[in-house]
């Protein structure tokens, strides 16, 4: 095992002009909808190279409507030299509704990069006219959505060239009819229990603008849960994209695609539906990437207090194994509530290591003895083997509590390093700039698909590296909780200065091969 | 346990109130709560300090998840009878299943401090040691609960349980089959057997010690938890039998 270099952030958002706070509107009437939304995008509307990001915000209750500015949702230009701009209104971006998550991801394949934006009881497809300003899709798109809507991610389930739309929902909610929960003196947010759950939804692209929601017709809307994050990864390498949704105090899924246009919720014999003693966790965030180097994709999961996030290591056809006690998480998480998260190579060592965005629910101080806001946390990955907590040496602000939900991810100064964006509820956001010492070598894949779609997101990326270790990784935007990273592929080569081989599989099954691919760079490849 | 129910008697049978906190006593061991709180009540307002008998309202409070009442009564009688050690250790335990845990490990030294020889006492005081992320102290004090009760198989499968998360699998086995050896016929223990076999890979042998712990009546363990331990058990080997336990999950 390389020793790597520690893992280091400083956290910038103020200097850098990000300056945005998600507003939940809480007012003591303890509406479930405060507890979840910030949600945040990374994508690069304008095409100038550096990754520009989008905050969603909440709204008046119970309402639901932007009665003021501050609960506009906002975009910020990165102006490519660390700072930003704020352009919601030239944009048209300031959005309507209670919302939560935000999707990127470039559904007319014209090169710009859509928004989807998903919220309580409504939903918005954004089209980015590729002059710096967006258009809200109609209803007639087929994507407004009546659901009380969590997470969002954009795949090309069907390999058509077009990306599809998925939308993790989680309980039916309605402000007249919310239970009350608590003690006859103090009133307080309810059990996820106390609400019903809903289906997910699966949106087929026409490629025409409009969507068809296939939720029934592909399966899909058979499983019954409350959608949290969702993660897409080609989890048995046969071409298609599968789908996973952390579900909150009920069983997570795992949807297997059929290659026929259907999904097989196989989470139960997969062995990724509830923790290892077969009890459900509040499942939040979730990314779905190889975190040991055997080409499998394997599967991150936040949790609540005392659930302990979920570790499950992908071993092919025999399902997955929970990882969680041999890899040091499980204690290691206990006492945290995360939300957004991520497994990306930090410290560019060939090892993708863990980043958490954590708060505990808001007003649960007086039940835990000790502030509810929480300090993200990072854990480096030792060699595929265990995850060590080592926030401790990762700078000032993981230090410092807040009530942290949404995180994406991307390299916002184009350094090599991956930076993180994170979504505060009722406090400022934080741009945790990546500044650990530049050891190791790098490379970004950045691919333009043709037959695929433009992004080329679903696409499965190996490469060989000369001290003989092989990398993976795939394209998605699709991290965490509520939000959508970057689309390019990132790879740390530890002491490597070239890849050998870089093998593309595209999705719809064409191969692309690279040799000889020198470090430090981000490679533009077009599907051939 | 024994001797404080005999001290709490002994409290007891000087007050005008005893007789009516015996029958409350008797029905609640009978599973009769609506009557025992009204027996309690009767001989509180007979003797509103009388100790046993605040004692026991905290309990019915408790049973009833009214953890606000239990609070208040137990505050009451500790008012009365500071040094009262079973008061003590429900004072502690209402706020540890209310999941106030930082209040709920202060109480829960005090009664440590009050009564050291009850294990129950250690238990409790681990297991929030343990939810508050202080894992090697937990388990000393679930080591100290063994020695004062060693055949107390639900101690013994705790301090399994947290062997088991801190993937410490030789002494988590040691643990279990010692609790397998008091008491052979425990759903827990085979439960969590299983599991330990499952973490090591032995899936022939989780599967046995798992359709085992199906078979047995009720504990703690739900039979969703043992069918999704059967569905990874039975996944290679019996792929039928792993699909009709996820089947009876769905």
């Not at chain 1, 603008?209 to 409350?226: L, M, P, Q, Y």
């Not at chain 2, 709920?104 to 939810?131: C, H, I, V, W």
């Amino acid at each position: 095992m390389i020793a790597g270099p520690t893992i280091r952030f400083e956290e910038i958002a103020q200097k850098a002009g990000l300056r945005f706070e998600c507003k939940n509107a809480a007012a003591g009437r303890f509406h479930q909808v405060e507890l979840m939304g910030a949600g945040v995008a990374v994508l690069d509307y304008n095409n100038d190279g550096c990754m520009d990001v989008y905050f969603t915000n909440g709204a008046a209750l119970p309402s639901l409507r932007k009665t003021s500015p501050a609960f506009q949702n906002r975009l910020f230009r990165n102006n490519c030299d660390l700072t930003f701009t704020d352009v919601t209104a030239e944009a048209g971006l300031s959005g309507e509704g209670y919302s939560m998550a935000a999707a990127a991801g470039d559904f007319d394949n014209d090169g710009f990069t859509d928004l989807f934006v998903a919220g309580v009881n409504r939903n918005s497809l954004y089209r980015n006219l590729g002059n710096g300003r967006f258009v809200e899709m109609p209803a007639s798109a087929g994507l407004s959505g009546h659901h009380w809507s969590i997470s969002a991610g954009w795949l090309d389930y069907d390999n058509d060239g077009y990306l599809d739309l998925f939308v993790s929902n989680y309980v039916y909610w309605n402000a007249a009819t919310e239970p009350r929960c608590g003690t006859a003196e103090q009133q307080f947010y309810c059990h996820p229990g106390a609400y019903t759950g809903l289906p997910n939804q699966l949106f087929h692209n026409n490629h025409d603008g409009t969507f068809t929601d296939v939720s029934e017709r592909s399966g899909i809307a058979k499983s019954i849960g409350k959608g949290m994050g969702v993660a897409f990864a080609d989890m048995d390498g046969d071409g298609f994209t599968d789908i996973f949704v952390a579900n909150d105090s009920v069983r997570n899924f795992l949807f297997h695609n059929q290659g026929d246009g259907t999904f097989a919720e196989v989470g139960l014999e997969s062995g990724v539906a509830l923790r290892d003693d077969g009890n459900p966790i509040a499942g939040m965030g979730t990314d779905f990437r190889d975190f040991d180097n055997d080409g499998r994709p394997d599967l991150i999961i936040s949790g609540m207090i005392n659930d302990s996030f979920l570790l499950f290591r992908n071993l092919g056809e025999k399902g997955f194994e929970d990882r969680g006690g041999s890899s040091g998480l499980l204690m290691a998480t206990r006492q945290y509530t995360g939300w957004g998260l991520g497994m990306f190579d930090l410290d560019n060592d060939g090892w993708k290591d863990l980043f958490f965005a954590l708060a505990h629910f808001n007003q649960l101080d007086r039940y835990l003895g000790r502030d509810s806001a929480l300090a993200n946390r990072v854990f480096r990955n030792r060699a595929g083997r265990s995850f060590e907590d080592v926030s401790a040496f990762a700078g000032a602000a993981f230090q410092l509590p807040a009530y942290n939900r949404g995180v994406a991810f991307a390299d916002f100064d184009n350094d090599g390093r991956v930076d993180a964006i994170v979504s505060v509820l009722n406090g400022p956001a934080k741009l945790f700039r990546n500044l650990t010492p530049a050891t190791f070598h790098w490379l970004g894949v950045k691919l333009t698909g043709t037959h695929s779609n433009r992004q080329g997101l679903g696409a499965r990326i190996t490469l060989q590296l000369p001290d003989g270790r092989t990398l993976y990784n795939h394209a998605t935007t699709s991290v965490g909780y509520a939000s959508s990273s970057e689309p390019i592929v990132r790879f740390g080569m530890g002491e490597n200065q070239m890849a050998k081989r870089m093998e593309i599989h595209w999705p719809g099954g064409r191969v692309q091969e690279l040799l000889d691919i020198p470090a430090d760079r981000v490679v533009e490849v077009k599907q051939k | 346990m024994m001797i404080w129910a005999a001290m709490l008697l002994v409290a007891a049978a000087q007050s005008p109130g005893t007789p009516a906190y015996e029958r409350a006593s008797a029905l609640f061991q009978k599973r009769n709560l609506p009557a025992s709180q009204a027996a309690v009540d009767e001989a509180l307002s007979l003797d509103p300090r009388l100790v046993p008998a605040l004692t026991l309202k905290a309990k019915l409070a408790m049973a009833a998840k009214r953890f606000d009442i239990a609070r208040t009564v137990l505050e009451q009688a500790l008012a009365i009878e500071p040094t009262a050690a079973y008061p003590q250790f429900l004072y502690g335990l209402q706020f540890y299943l209310s999941n106030e845990l930082q209040p709920a490990l202060t109480q829960f030294r005090k009664a440590r401090e009050l009564n050291p020889s009850d294990a129950r006492a250690a238990q409790y005081l681990g297991l929030t040691m343990e939810s508050l992320g202080q894992p090697i102290e937990a388990l000393t004090q679930y080591e100290q609960a063994a020695k004062l009760n060693p055949k107390n198989t639900d101690i013994l499968l705790t301090g399994a349980r947290l062997l088991l998360s801190l993937n410490r699998l030789p002494e988590s086995a040691q643990w279990i089959d010692q609790s397998l050896q008091f008491d052979p016929k425990s759903r827990d223990a085979h439960f969590e057997k299983a599991r330990l076999l499952l973490r090591r890979g032995d899936l022939a042998h989780a599967a046995e010690q798992g359709e085992l712990a199906l078979h047995l009546p009720a504990g703690d363990t739900l039979d969703s938890q043992i069918h999704y331990l059967l569905i990874r058990a039975y996944r290679d080997s019996d792929p039928a039998a792993a699909a009709r336990h996820a089947e009876s999950l769905r």
